[in-house]
C-alpha cells in the first residue's frame, strides 16, 4: 500500500467486509494465535492485534533484516511494478555487497491468495507451489528462500535473521502484535517473521483491488473499446491466441473473478538470454521443474523446460517478460506467442546454418515444449496471429493493471 490516506479508504473498505484484523478493528487475523483483548471489544479497542499489518508491512520493507542492510522484499518487489522487479530490471542483485546477481525475474506477487501447495496430480500434472518452479508450497515457506539465499539478503542462518529483528526499533509492536514473548527464541522469532510477511501479502489490499478496467467490465460498470473486444475474442478464441487456456480469463463457478492463470505449468521454449551469468558456461541450463534449482523432481525429464503460468494482471507494467527476461516489451511478448514457430529466426540464433530453436534447454528436452495453439506451425507458415491481433490483444491486456490508488473490488463478480 502506498500511503496512509490509503489505509484510511481501503480499511473503511476492508471494515464493511467484516475483515476486521486487517485495518485494526482487533480479532485474530487468519490462522494466528489470538492474544488477549479480542472479541469482546473488538470494533472500540485497538488491540494489540491491530498491529499485525502494519508491522508486517514494516518487515516487507525492512532493509535492516538483509547482510547488505540495502535489500528488503520490497526492493525486488516495487508497488510501481505490481510488486514485480523495479521498472525495466532484468534480473535484481543482491548478497552481502549487493553485486551477486539473481538469475530469475522476481514475478508480480499479486493475486497469489487462491494459489494453493505444489502437487502433482493422478496424470503426473503438476500446479500450484510457489516461485517459477513452484518449489515452496506457501508464501510463509517462501519468504525463507530470499531471506537465507546468498545471493539476496544473505542471512547465515535463522539465528542471524532473528538477531536483526530483535535489533528493530519496532521489535516489542511485531511480538505483541504476533503474540510471542520478547524473550522468544531465534526459530520462534523467525517462523514468526515467516508468518508475518504471508499476512502482509494476504491483508495488504493492494493484492487483491480487483478493480482494473477489465474488473469494471465484468461488474457491467464500463465497456470495453471495439479493439480491447477484439482482444479479449482473440485471447479466449481456441483457434487463435488459445490464451485463455492457460491463463484464465473467465467468471469461476463461484462468480471468482478471473485470475489469468490456472496455476499449472507448461514449457514455452524461450529464448536464452545472455545476460544470465551462469550462462555463460554452455552446459549450464535453468529448467524450471527438473531443476538444477529445484532438485526433487530431476528424474521427471519430461518437465524438463516448465515453469509456473503466472497470472497476466497488471502484466502492462511489469516488463521485461519471463523467467529469464528474456523479451523484452508487452508487444514483443504477444509477437513471441504469434511468431515462434512461423519465423523461429526472428527468436533463436542460426548456428552453422541451422536456427538453434528452443536454445535455452538441452536439446534432448526441446520436444517438451507446447506445439499446441497459438503455436504449432511450420516456419514460413502465416502465423496464427497477424500483426492486427497482436495490437488487439495488447490493447486488451493493457485493461487487466489496477488502479492503484482507487478502492478495492469485490473478489466475485455480481
Ligand atoms: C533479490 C531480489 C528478491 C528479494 C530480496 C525478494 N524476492 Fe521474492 N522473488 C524474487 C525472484 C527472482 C523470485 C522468483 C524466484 C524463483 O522462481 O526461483 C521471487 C519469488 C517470490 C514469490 C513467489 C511468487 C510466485 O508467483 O510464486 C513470493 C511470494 C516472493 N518472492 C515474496 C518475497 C518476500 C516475502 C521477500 C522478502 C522476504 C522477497 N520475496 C524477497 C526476487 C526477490
Ligand atoms: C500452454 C499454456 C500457455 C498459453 C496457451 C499461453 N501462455 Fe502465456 N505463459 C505461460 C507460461 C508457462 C508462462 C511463463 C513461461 C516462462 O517464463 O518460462 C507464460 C508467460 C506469459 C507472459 C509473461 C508473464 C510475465 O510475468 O513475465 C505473457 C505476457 C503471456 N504469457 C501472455 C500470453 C498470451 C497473450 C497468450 C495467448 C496468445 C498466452 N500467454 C498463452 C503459459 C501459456
Not at 294 to 307: I, K, M, N, S
Not at 376 to 381: P, R, S, V
Request: glycine content about 8%; hydrophobic content about 35%; proline content about 6%.
Amino acid at each position: 500500500m502506498s500511503s496512509s490516506r490509503r489505509l484510511g479508504i481501503h480499511c473503511a473498505v476492508l471494515l464493511s467486509a467484516l475483515l476486521l484484523q486487517a485495518c485494526g478493528g482487533g480479532g485474530a487475523g487468519t490462522g494466528d494465535t489470538p492474544t488477549a483483548a479480542t472479541t469482546t471489544t473488538a470494533v472500540t479497542t485497538p488491540a494489540p492485534v491491530a498491529n499485525r499489518l502494519t508491522v508486517s508491512t514494516s518487515l516487507f520493507r525492512e532493509t535492516a533484516l538483509s547482510a547488505s542492510g540495502r535489500l528488503s522484499c520490497a526492493v525486488c518487489h516495487t508497488d510501481e511494478t505490481a510488486h514485480s522487479t523495479a521498472s525495466l530490471v532484468s534480473f535484481p542483485t543482491g548478497g552481502p555487497n549487493m553485486d551477486q546477481q539473481v538469475p530469475r525475474a522476481s514475478p508480480s506477487i499479486l493475486y497469489l491468495q487462491a494459489n494453493r501447495p505444489f502437487n502433482i496430480n493422478d496424470n503426473g500434472n503438476p500446479s500450484g507451489g510457489f516461485n517459477w518452479d513452484g518449489r515452496f508450497n506457501s508464501r510463509a515457506q517462501q519468504a525463507t528462500g530470499p531471506l537465507l539465499a546468498v545471493n539476496e539478503m544473505a542471512n547465515a542462518d535463522v539465528a542471524a535473521v532473528a538477531r536483526k529483528v530483535r535489533g528493530l526499533s519496532y521489535f516489542n509492536d511485531f511480538v505483541s502484535a504476533f503474540g510471542i514473548s520478547a524473550q522468544a527464541g531465534d526459530q520462534l522469532i523467525f517462523d514468526t517473521l515467516l508468518q508475518a510477511l504471508e499476512t502482509y501479502q494476504q491483508q495488504d489490499p493492494d493484492y487483491l483491488l480487483f478493480n482494473s478496467k477489465y474488473d469494471r467490465f465484468l461488474d457491467g460498470t464500463t465497456t470495453l473499446t471495439a479493439q480491447e473486444t477484439r482482444g479479449l475474442n482473440i485471447f479466449n478464441d481456441p483457434n487463435k491466441g488459445n490464451c485463455d487456456s492457460c491463463h484464465t480469463s473467465r467468471i469461476g463457478p463461484g462468480r471468482e473473478r478471473p485470475l489469468f492463470t490456472n496455476f499449472r505449468y507448461a514449457a514455452l521454449g524461450l529464448p536464452r538470454n545472455s545476460a544470465i551469468t551462469a550462462n555463460a558456461d554452455n552446459n549450464f541450463f535453468d529448467m524450471g521443474l527438473c531443476g538444477p534449482t529445484r532438485t526433487d523432481l530431476t528424474a521427471r525429464t519430461d518437465l524438463c523446460g516448465h515453469f509456473k503460468i503466472p497470472t497476466l494482471r497488471n502484466i502492462a507494467i511489469t516488463a521485461p517478460y519471463f523467467h529469464n527476461s528474456s523479451i523484452a516489451t508487452l508487444t514483443n511478448a504477444v509477437e513471441f506467442y504469434a511468431t515462434r514457430d512461423t519465423n523461429p529466426s526472428r527468436w533463436y540464433p542460426t548456428v552453422l546454418a541451422v536456427v538453434d530453436k528452443f536454445n535455452d534447454l538441452p536439446v534432448q528436452f526441446r520436444t517438451n515444449v507446447r506445439r499446441t495453439r497459438p503455436f504449432g506451425q511450420n516456419a514460413g507458415d502465416p502465423p496464427a496471429l497477424n500483426s492486427q491481433d497482436i495490437a488487439d490483444l495488447v490493447a486488451f491486456l493493457q485493461t487487466l493493471s489496477d488502479e492503484r490508488n482507487a478502492a478495492p473490488g469485490a473478489a466475485t463478480v455480481p
